[in-house]
């Protein structure tokens, strides 16, 4: 039995903190032994203050980690920001390298998670399994508007094909698609099993189902606009578990209203930072834009809930404790993807 524990020195503050975040946090935190202070708030410029005696800040997706809360951080004597996701867009990492505040993350956590959920909303709205199950619930067993179409022999454009994009790539060359890819770095395996890589208009114009799996940043932002949606194929299938800023909403809601985009599954929405992650069944909704995007019958949201797996939990939780213990002992992580400053 490990009776050691290094760590009971350091206290680590949690921010945007779930129920489920505790539970593993404390089951993997039995070998690390660190102090916990977990806070449900987004971290922002007022919660910051909730830090008391702690060096280190734990945060999630829709955390903002911007130059002003960095500030407070630094002045708070933080020196370890450990972010327990791989997307870092809401991270000013300039910011902290000039407090000397030092950035981890989980660079891959489970890819498959993530991969098979954007399968899943695909099936979801292809073969309308949703509205399926609510129909014969109430005894209504008529197939009248739950047709479908074979997935097998259509063309899937995958935009990104790091650890996510080349996961899901494998499970459409799988399902007998024809897919093609578009990354600033080509994956020969990919290329090896079938998959073409191609320019982003070629991808645009031929795919039936395009999937993105690219970071957020200034070249990727809004990659699906307003010129982009007129390229591609009437009655296209658009699915994000990327980020959701990669859509500019607007113009794929005009899209969703002219009928040029037939299938729309998004688990990352621009403003989700307002909703997601948080039960709001007895709130009046401020965000009008949400709101017309659920009125579609052929949308399917889901709130961030992509990574949402045993196994995502136990490498994020496993992973965050290593990154925090190598930074306080060895100033540096070994995977390098892992440490952003
Ligand atoms: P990764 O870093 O392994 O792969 C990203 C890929 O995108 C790389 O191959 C990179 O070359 C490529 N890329 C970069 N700039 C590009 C551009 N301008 N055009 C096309 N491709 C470009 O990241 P991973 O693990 O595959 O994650 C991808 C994204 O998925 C993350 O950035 C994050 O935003 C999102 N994510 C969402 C989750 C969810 O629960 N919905 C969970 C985990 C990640």
New binding site residues.
């Given amino acids: 039995m490990n009776t050691v524990k290094p760590n009971t020195a350091h206290k680590i503050s949690f921010f945007s903190t779930q129920a489920y975040d505790k539970i593993f946090f404390e089951k993997y935190n039995e070998d690390f032994g660190f102090q916990f202070d977990f806070f449900d708030m987004q971290l922002n410029l007022k919660t910051v203050q909730l830090i008391n005696n702690s060096s280190i800040v734990c945060v999630f997706v829709n955390d903002c980690v911007n130059a002003a809360v960095i500030a407070e951080l630094a002045a708070k004597k933080v020196e370890i920001i450990a972010l327990r996701?791989?997307?870092f867009?809401n991270v000013d990492l300039e910011a902290a390298k000039k407090h000397n505040i030092r950035i981890c993350r989980v660079?891959?956590y489970s890819?498959h998670a993530?991969a098979e959920h954007a399968m899943a909303m695909i099936l979801t709205l292809n073969r309308k399994t949703h509205k399926a199950y609510n129909r014969v619930r109430e005894q209504n067993f008529s197939l009248n508007g739950l047709l479908g179409f074979d997935l097998f022999g259509k063309t899937i454009g995958v935009?990104?094909?790091?650890?996510?994009?080349k996961a899901f790539a494998k499970i459409a060359m799988g399902f007998g698609c024809k897919v093609l890819a578009?990354?600033?770095?080509i994956d020969s395996q990919l290329e090896r099993i079938g998959v073409v890589y191609t320019d982003l208009n070629t991808l645009f114009k031929e795919s039936d189902t395009i999937s993105l799996?690219?970071?957020?940043?200034e070249?990727?932002k809004h990659i699906i606009n307003v010129e982009t949606l007129s390229v591609m194929k009437k009655n296209v299938m658009i699915i994000n578990?990327?980020?959701g800023g990669l859509i500019e909403t607007s113009s794929v809601i005009d899209a969703l209203k002219d009928e040029k985009v037939g299938y729309l599954g998004i688990?990352?929405y621009e403003q989700e930072e307002n909703l997601f992650f948080k039960d709001l069944s007895g709130d009046i909704i401020k965000d009008d834009v949400i709101q017309r995007l659920m009125s579609f019958p052929n949308v399917l949201v889901t709130a961030?809930?992509?990574?949402f797996t045993e196994e995502a939990l136990t490498q994020i939780s496993l992973v965050t404790l290593h990154n925090i213990e190598d930074l306080i002992q060895k100033k540096s992580i070994e995977n390098k993807s892992a440490q952003l400053a």
């Fill in positions: 996701c791989a997307g867009n660079p891959a890819p993530v935009i990104g094909t790091g650890n996510i994009g578009f990354d600033v770095v799996h690219c970071p957020l940043n070249n990727t578990t990327s980020r688990d990352v961030h809930q992509a990574f």
